[in-house]
């Protein structure tokens, strides 16, 4: 079992960053890939990034690619998600989710466990 609490969210003019943080329970954080969703009003959930197991690979939507970053640090069991240069259209609830696997997931269904999801509002 794996708890995951987002942080970090909040409100930014566009243009501006954040840093989103999500802290996992457990000893066994590192046996997890860890992704990054998010979702707006009225849309689906959609993937924004993945991070490996020991965070060497990382992938990116495109829509996202060259402004946000994926890390993590195993030891503080937390995943982060940088996010730069934030347009309107990033605005969402981001989640984080772990995945017991050694491959990238872009799919929501392929995660097994999932944060409550922390609010991110870009103004224009």
């Known amino acids: 079992q794996v708890q995951l609490v987002e942080s970090g969210g909040g409100l930014v003019q566009a243009g501006g960053s954040l840093r989103l943080s999500c802290a996992a329970s457990?000893?066994?954080?590192?046996?997890?890939?860890m992704g990054w969703f998010r979702q707006a009003p009225g849309k689906e959930r959609e993937f924004v990034a993945a991070?490996?197991?020991?965070?060497?690979?990382?992938y990116y939507a495109d829509s996202v690619k060259g402004r946000f970053t994926i890390s993590r640090d195993n030891a503080k069991n937390t995943v982060y998600l940088q996010m730069n240069s934030l347009k309107p259209e990033d605005t969402a609830v981001y989640y984080c989710?772990?995945?017991?696997?050694?491959?990238?997931?872009?799919?929501?269904?392929?995660?097994?466990?999932w944060g409550q999801g922390t609010q991110v509002t870009v103004s224009s």
């Open positions: 989710a772990a995945d017991y696997a050694l491959v990238l997931h872009t799919t929501k269904e392929s995660y097994d466990y």
């Open positions: 457990g000893r066994t954080f590192s046996l997890y890939a």
């Open positions: 991070i490996s197991r020991g965070g060497g690979n990382t």
